[in-house]
């Protein structure tokens, strides 16, 4: 994954990876790491599924909830 990150980024390219819903926040956080830009969730039955995507591409700030690294 950390290779397609870099390629996009030589070839300033914009990337997206589908994500299904086992591994949902490991894939999403790896995914972010590396470069891609784009997540495409699969499965969102409820809103709760779609708040729980959003949870995990957010930073991590007691404001935000977010569970994705780390604000600067």
């Known amino acids: 994954m950390e290779n397609f990150g870099r390629a996009a980024e030589l ?3 914009s990337s997206m990876i589908k994500v299904d819903q086992n591994n949902r926040a490991f ?3 790896r995914a972010l790491g590396s470069g891609i ?3 495409l969730f ?4 409820t809103v709760k599924d779609a708040r ?3 949870r995990i ?3 991590e700030t007691p404001q935000t909830k977010g569970i ?3 604000a600067n």
């Open 37 to 39: 830009q784009n997540i």
């Open 11 to 13: 070839f300033d390219m």
């Open 52 to 54: 729980e995507c959003v």
């Open 68 to 70: 994705n690294g780390a």
């Open 42 to 45: 699969t499965d969102i039955r």
């Open 57 to 59: 591409v957010r930073v």
């Open 27 to 29: 894939i999403t956080q």
